[in-house]
């Protein structure tokens, strides 16, 4: 006789980059075994490909994966852990002067109430001469992971992030989809850029929305004021 099983509960959030609806269930023991082990790794390809086999699992409605924009993926995995785990953290903060081992703060977070922080001048469509531009994608978890191991020496592999992040460059009517040109047309495109060109879709980089929480706290010895932020997934596990 097959033992019983429980019937999991379906939850359901919004992803903050299409506003979409997608229905999840709590991560089971199997899963936060999984993540733990992924953990203590601490290799970010294990870590990564368990975390998306955990968001796999855990969402019921059809979505890619792989094409998720990285805030979505850490918003929609702060949800599960919400409902996985609970829905109230407890983070530790140091005072930045005291050196006292009592100088710290433990501050609780309602992981529901946190969100997606998103800069006003933050645009995915750059206009960059008469009426020629570019529309952006966001990078997913597996190229903003790479990034993140880069050397930024390496000029190559920054602009390879860069194209693979352009969905399509635009003239006037006329779109071409970089994935249908030749990279090295895409190469040419960007390389007779001007220097302030180039730097309106470096900002499309620095101001993409984040997973962040500001925190204010003071210091129990010395009184200090602290303000601070924490930011990505891995604060809140």
Do not use: W
């Not at 978890?141 to 194209?163: A, Q, R």
């Amino acid at each position: 006789m097959a033992l019983p099983k429980q019937n999991t509960a379906i939850y359901t959030t919004i992803l903050p980059s299409t506003e979409q609806k997608v229905k999840f269930r709590p991560f089971l023991v199997k899963e936060e075994k999984a993540l733990l082990i992924a953990q203590q790794s601490e290799d970010k390809n294990v870590m990564v490909d368990t975390l998306k086999t955990i968001i796999k699992d855990c969402v019921i409605d059809k979505i890619d994966i792989d094409s998720l924009a990285m805030f979505d993926l850490e918003y929609l995995l702060l949800q599960i852990r919400a409902k996985s785990i609970g829905e109230v953290a407890e983070l530790v903060f140091s005072c930045d002067v005291c050196e006292d081992p009592k100088a710290k703060v433990k501050i609780s977070f309602d992981l529901t109430q946190i969100k997606v922080t998103k800069d006003p001048n933050h645009t995915k469509k750059i206009n960059l001469f008469d009426d020629v531009g570019i529309v952006m994608q966001y990078p997913n978890i597996d190229e903003i992971t790479t990034f993140s191991d880069l050397n930024l020496d390496n000029i190559e592999s920054v602009f390879d992030l860069i194209i693979d992040s352009i969905e399509y460059i635009y003239d006037g009517n006329e779109i071409y989809h970089t994935k249908e040109q030749p990279k090295s047309e895409v190469e040419d495109f960007i390389n007779n850029l001007t220097q302030q060109q180039f730097k309106l879709i470096e900002n499309f980089f620095e101001t993409m929305p984040k997973l962040r929480q500001d925190v204010k706290y003071t210091c129990p010895i010395c009184a200090k004021v602290h303000n601070k932020y924490i930011e990505g997934i891995e604060s809140f596990f």
